[in-house]
């Protein structure tokens, strides 16, 4: 059974200003990160458990898959309803807890 997947209003706003930002020096990079973006999170449906578990929180249900290999995607698998979240998008140089502050994103417990 495929699974859902969902991105979040951050999580895509995320994708976009990272995107944006890219495009000002190689348009074509950035169309590239979108596409690789959505790819990773297309990935989910069959393999949702395919990430690895975000070390700074330890919990089995929240993962990550690294994108353009500098960003870091992260999701929540909720079993029970065969659905993944896309939570946040963010580049691997920051700190998690100030990138998702930033954005307004609050990881489930």
């Not at 993962?63 to 960003?71: D, G, H, I, Q």
Request: hydrophobic residues 45%; proline residues 6%; without cysteine.
């Amino acid at each position: 059974m495929a699974w859902r997947v969902r991105w979040t209003i951050p999580a895509w706003n995320a994708v976009e200003r990272q995107a944006g930002y890219i495009a000002e020096d190689s348009p074509r990079y950035a169309a590239a990160l979108i596409r690789s973006a959505r790819d990773a999170a297309r990935s989910l449906r069959q393999f949702p458990n395919r990430g690895r578990i975000v070390p700074e929180e330890g919990e089995p249900s929240i993962r990550e898959l690294f994108v353009f290999k500098s960003y870091r995607l992260i999701y929540y698998i909720l079993s029970n309803s065969h659905e993944v979240h896309i939570l946040a998008f963010v580049h691997g140089a920051r700190l998690l807890e100030n990138a998702l502050e930033d954005d307004g994103v609050t990881l489930p417990q």
